[in-house]
């Protein structure tokens, strides 16, 4: 369920497709080291009626990561989003790992044939 990959130094980023959460990828073993969940980082509901209001379809899914070395900046946007937001990264403060991994992982479900 990745999509949208970008090395940042020597880290694979993934955006998980359909959530607002980034995985950080250690290149070599394929681990994740650690998560970015960027909820809120678009008002979804201005943005989607300001969007209804000129014509336009309403703002999807977080999909775009770009990394500038020169200036060592982040950015992220997402599918029909009205703007493209630089971000830099700070510890949660109240987010756990589990409850990251709750938030980022997505639930497959398996249906088996009988």
Do not use: H
Request: aromatic residues 8%; glycine residues 8%; contains cysteine.
């Amino acid at each position: 369920m990745i999509n949208e990959l970008e090395m940042i130094g020597n880290e694979l980023w993934a955006n998980v497709y359909g959530t607002d959460c980034l995985a950080r990828i250690d290149k070599t073993s394929g681990s994740v080291t650690g998560w970015l969940v960027l909820n809120g980082i678009l008002e979804r509901q201005s943005a989607a009626a300001e969007a209804k209001a000129a014509g336009r379809e309403g703002p999807d899914v977080l999909n775009g990561i770009a990394w500038d070395p020169d200036g060592k900046r982040i950015f992220v946007t997402g599918k029909l989003w009205p703007a493209m937001f630089e971000i830099q990264l700070e510890p949660a403060r109240e987010l756990t790992l589990k409850r990251a991994r709750r938030m980022c992982i997505p639930r497959i479900n398996i249906f088996r044939a009988r």
